[in-house]
């Protein structure tokens, strides 16, 4: 099972990929749409990336829930538990 | 009627990543025509088509060129390109009244990538893996209107669909706008990426494309008795038209004016061309532009090089220009860039203000052995020099649907200064 911190590096990939956001910005406090600045295609895009990287299932439900980087590290860690 | 001119061009063709690359290309008689090395081509009977030089994706901030389909990529960087040659800046840079620019912008399919392969993925994967951005991606006016957020235009985004005839109606319809007053200033072209297992096996289902494999830069041969279908390309081309006021006002340099425009619509099949239709738009282009047949020196044919299409346009030009036939010389640049579809009208267009403002034809390549009575006089494998002085010319655009537009273009109000 992956640290809090491997799983915030490789969802800052994520972020990055997608995003284009810069992998050192995308810290457990900040809030994808304020900080960010992801819009919400992004999101979805974001959403299902990491399904599939950290082999969890996000439903829609819980996906927009999320509002920070720790609110999906944390949902991640939970589902991988 | 206010004067139209053109100030900005640019370009992404099978022959360049831009659009000096591109011309130098044309004059040197180069082909863009390659084999298609991916797997899926290796069924097919056309195995060869006209591939983007250079990768759109690959001159485009990554992130920005994730939410573009290819066609979309295309428009972006031939626009950006016509934009810059203009002298125009962007953003905090952009001097140009937003309400006062539109885009019209063409394409003959749009967004195929995006389409099928969201399609491909959702067989695969289900429904939640497809693409939030699919639509926005798709949507065949996805080229013109990013293009539109790109150069902050409100007066309007237009993305005209008649096939091969796309973006000469689209520069048609700016002109027209323009001399309406409904903008002073229009961002005009077309954009096509439909290379592609479908369409490549469709259009060659319809026995539409040359089955030259074996010599793929011999392939496209318009007017040549051995041609055998076109060659399908892939690509954006963009121009920058604005009143003549408004150029001179920011002292822009000049290609050439846009003087007639002329849309006929044939009436009578899906697919095959009317010599009535072409004669006829031909014409209307003229008639517009107050010029004769005999004032008109060139002519870039629509010239895809299909046994049916090739022999009608020469009938249309020989019967429109009637005893001028041979002051006029008619080249087929789909020689050397393939059928860019969607893209053909305006980069055919941009071909013809070259020609008039460097005074030199491209060549009708591979023509060894033209047509027998053709009774047109064709650039014949090199490129062909045109007189000093006042000049002016058709371009021909014939699409799927009978659609025919016929722009005529002039070097007049041409200004000295760094030409591309």
């Known amino acids: 099972m992956a640290t809090t911190e491997e799983i915030r590096e490789q969802l800052a990939e994520i972020v990055n990929d997608v995003a284009g956001v810069a992998v050192e910005d995308v810290q457990l406090d900040k809030s994808f749409t304020e900080d960010l600045d992801v819009d919400s295609l992004s999101m979805v895009e974001i959403i299902y990336a990491c399904e599939d990287k950290f082999s969890v299932s996000i439903p829609d439900d819980d996906a927009k829930n999320l509002r920070t980087v720790g609110d999906a590290v944390a949902y991640i860690e939970r589902a991988q538990a | ?46 195995r ?25 990529q295309f428009a972006m960087v031939a626009a950006l390109e016509a934009w810059a040659d203009a002298g125009l800046g962007l953003d905090d840079e952009s001097t140009v009244d937003p309400d006062r620019l539109l885009v019209s912008l063409g394409t003959g399919i749009g967004g195929l990538h995006s389409l099928l392969g969201n399609w491909d993925v959702q067989k695969e994967k289900g429904a939640r893996r497809v693409s939030p951005l699919t639509i926005p991606m798709l949507m065949a006016n996805a080229p013109a209107a990013n293009v539109s957020l790109r150069i902050g235009a409100r007066a309007g985004v237009h993305a005209p669909v008649s096939a091969c005839a796309s973006s000469n109606e689209a520069i048609a319809l700016a002109f027209d706008l323009i001399r309406l007053e409904r903008a002073d200033i229009a961002l005009v072209g077309g954009t096509e990426a439909v290379i592609h297992p479908l369409p490549m096996a469709a259009f060659g289902q319809m026995q539409a494309l040359s089955r030259r494999n074996d010599e793929p830069e011999k392939a496209s041969r318009p007017f040549d008795v051995d041609h055998d279908g076109f060659v399908l390309g892939e690509g954006g081309a963009c121009m920058v038209i604005e009143t003549l006021d408004h150029a001179k006002a920011r002292g822009a340099r000049i290609y050439g004016t846009l003087v007639g425009a002329g849309t006929t619509s044939d009436a009578r099949d899906m697919v095959s061309p009317d010599a009535r239709g072409q004669v006829i738009a031909m014409r209307k282009a003229l008639y517009e532009a107050h010029l004769s047949p005999a004032d008109i020196a060139h002519i870039n044919a629509h010239g895809t090089s299909t046994p049916t299409g090739d022999p009608v346009e020469a009938s249309s030009i020989r019967e429109l220009l009637g005893d001028a036939v041979n002051g006029c010389v008619v080249t087929s640049t789909k020689s050397m860039t393939g059928h860019l579809l969607g893209a053909a009208g305006a980069l055919e267009t941009i071909a013809t203000v070259k020609a008039l403002y460097h005074h030199v034809v491209p060549p009708t390549i591979n023509l060894d052995n033209p047509e027998p009575d053709l009774g047109i006089d064709i650039a014949a494998n090199v490129s062909r020099p045109l007189p000093a002085g006042d000049l002016a010319a058709i371009n021909n655009s014939f699409g799927f649907g009978g659609h025919n537009v016929s722009v005529v273009v002039s070097n007049e109000n041409v200004t000295a200064g760094s030409a591309t």
């Open chain 2, 48 to 72: 060869i088509a006209a591939q983007a030089a250079v990768d759109p994706a690959s001159v485009m901030d990554r992130v920005a060129a994730r939410k573009l389909d290819r066609s979309s």
């Open chain 2, 1 to 46: 009627m206010r004067t139209v001119v053109i100030t900005g061009l640019g370009a992404s063709t099978p022959l360049g990543g831009d659009l000096p690359t591109t011309w130098s290309a044309l004059l040197a008689g180069t082909s863009g025509v390659s084999v298609i090395e991916a797997d899926w081509a290796q069924e097919l009977s056309t």
